[in-house]
């Protein structure tokens, strides 16, 4: 997982906590289209399966991690660098 190819993951989270997380995607800076829009909230996503999960407002679980909702939909990442 730590080679970086011209192409984002297929499935990327930024939660160290999490199995998706890759430090090394997220240093290139990558930026998600949900359905052809923009989104800068994006906790975690997968192309494969199309969805992703965003922030709901400023809520946080009894663990302080924010609260999150899964969309689905066509995604698209890509490195903004």
Do not use: H
């Not at 190819?5 to 989270?13: F, G, I, N, V």
């Not at 949900?34 to 399966?49: A, M």
């Amino acid at each position: 997982m730590n080679d970086i190819t011209e192409t984002p993951p297929d499935r990327l989270s930024i939660d160290p906590a999490s199995p998706y997380y890759n430090a090394a995607a997220l240093t290139r800076d990558v930026g998600i289209r949900f359905k052809g829009v923009e989104k800068t909230n994006v906790q975690e996503y997968c192309v494969s399966e199309g969805w992703i999960r965003v922030a709901a407002g400023a809520a946080k679980d009894r663990f302080g991690n924010p609260m999150t909702i899964k969309l689905t939909g066509t995604v698209e990442p890509y490195f903004r660098t």
